[in-house]
């Protein structure tokens, strides 16, 4: 059984100073959002795909502003069940909203490791490495786990190494955010091998790669979280708070986008919202209002309001569950209007997600991704071929390989010349932080297509 006092412990990770004493104005869990907020990271999902890829309209949303309603969904989830656990439980003296802010924390930064065009990045990399020349040399020289770290290459586990790691690179723990937030955030606390994952949804992906293996295994034992094997862990219980924030947003927010852009016609949408919130009121309110698109505004943030007391109701219900960690589905799940959810889900799969305007923009983009790293990794191949006394790089793969923000000759720091793993996460690193724009405008100059 976790413990709530460890579960939100304020320990920043990788701090030499766990004694530091937090500032009386912030609480440190605040402090964790600012830090998000004003990362070069966290900005540059203004220009990454949400649903629609490069889209023209200024309208439907990006990974920006998905991250932002989804913190603000988290943050009510967390302030509401965190009332209900500061009653029943030692929380060490912590206000609910310190609760609220760890979840809305985690929900703003849950995104933060995507690669350009979201998913089918993710894909691509995958593809890549399975199918490439590049990748069959890589699978074999890394071990099994590295293997596997690429193989199921995972979005959660680049944006836990984002913010542990690459942003504020020159000290331990990155943003040192406190464990709290870095163990709701961890929705998939496990490392990449299959064996040794927990049941359930919890081992459904992962959210580290190796090289931070042992940063998340600082977490866990901060947190308390019960262990299932090597290197892996039961969830924390706000991340399945965190996984409702997300889930409410893409599912009620992507349908609205869907609409503005019509591929959802407005009486469907209407009537999907409706079932979900329930209300005679509601169903005679907006038919009072003349526009369409303020009717689907109006109806969203009904449905959101109406989702949010229904989800912290089951988490209150199934809070000894958690707290053991044996809940082994998401919190959606056990909404009373879950068919709902689910017919939603399956109408933005077919009719949005998987619309011939974004299956074009997806399919152009997984030729990108794949082709920015068929571009780069020989390059930095052939670089630590040369250090190691080969035969010398081509001048072609100097000039390129030194785009990279971790190339440089005359540094000491050379671990990317002596061991092949790193060499692909550092390029990993590189293509993941691309927004969409800049990934394509790069590809173009690199195929001779622009300049």
Not at 95 to 104: E, F, R, Y
Not at 176 to 182: E, G, I, K, Q
Not at 201 to 218: A, M, V
Request: hydrophobic content about 35%; proline content about 4%; glycine content about 8%.
């Amino acid at each position: 059984m976790m413990e709530w006092k460890k579960l939100l412990s304020p320990k920043r990770i990788g701090d030499p100073d766990p004694q530091r004493e937090f500032s009386s104005e912030r609480s440190p869990f605040q402090q964790d959002f600012d830090r998000i907020v004003f990362s070069g990271a966290f900005r540059r999902l203004q220009d990454k795909t949400q649903v629609f890829p490069l889209v023209k309209t200024d309208y439907v949303r990006t990974r920006l502003t998905h991250s932002l309603e989804a913190s603000s969904i988290g943050r009510s989830l967390g302030t509401a069940c965190g009332a209900f656990i500061a009653k029943h439980h030692d929380i060490g003296g912590l206000h609910p909203s310190d609760i609220g802010a760890i979840v809305g924390t985690a929900a703003l930064a849950h995104d933060i490791g995507n690669p350009p065009l979201g998913h089918a990045g993710e894909e691509a990399i995958r593809h890549w490495f399975i199918n490439s020349e590049s990748g069959h040399f890589y699978q074999r020289t890394l071990s099994r786990e590295q293997i596997s770290d690429i193989e199921f290459y995972e979005g959660n586990a680049q944006g836990f190494r984002v913010i542990t790691r690459l942003e504020m690179p020159d000290r331990p723990g990155g943003m040192r955010l406190t464990a709290a937030t870095l163990g709701a955030f961890a929705k998939y606390p496990t490392a990449s091998p299959l064996s040794g994952r927990p049941a359930g949804i919890s081992g459904k992906k992962f959210s580290f790669f190796q090289t931070e293996k042992n940063t998340f295994r600082d977490v866990a034992e901060t947190c308390g979280l019960i262990q299932t094997g090597d290197f892996a862990w039961k969830r924390h219980p706000l991340a399945y708070l965190v996984e409702a924030a997300d889930d409410i947003a893409y599912l009620i927010v992507d349908f609205e986008d869907g609409h503005r852009l019509g591929l959802v016609d407005y009486h469907e949408l209407e009537e999907r919202f409706l079932e979900i919130i329930d209300s005679e009121k509601t169903r005679k309110y907006v038919k009072t209002l003349e526009s369409p698109v303020r009717r689907a505004e109006f109806l969203r943030a009904k449905a959101i309001g109406v989702l949010i007391p229904k989800v912290t109701q089951v988490f209150i219900e199934h809070h000894d569950e958690l707290i053991h960690g044996e809940l082994p589905c998401s919190l959606v799940d056990y909404l009373d209007c879950y068919e709902t959810l689910n017919k939603i889900r399956r109408r933005s799969a077919s009719g949005i997600y998987n619309h011939r305007s974004v299956a074009e923009v997806v399919g152009a983009g997984f030729e990108m991704v794949s082709g920015l790293l068929d571009v780069f990794v020989p390059c930095v191949d052939e670089l630590a071929r040369e250090y190691k006394g080969g035969s010398p790089a081509s001048y072609r793969s100097k000039r390129l390989a030194a785009m990279l923000p971790f190339y440089t000759v005359e540094s000491d720091n050379q671990f990317w010349l002596n061991e092949t793993y790193l060499r692909l996460i550092g390029i990993l690193d590189f293509v993941s932080g691309m927004t969409d724009s800049y990934a394509v405008s790069l590809h173009q100059k690199l195929k001779g297509i622009s300049l």
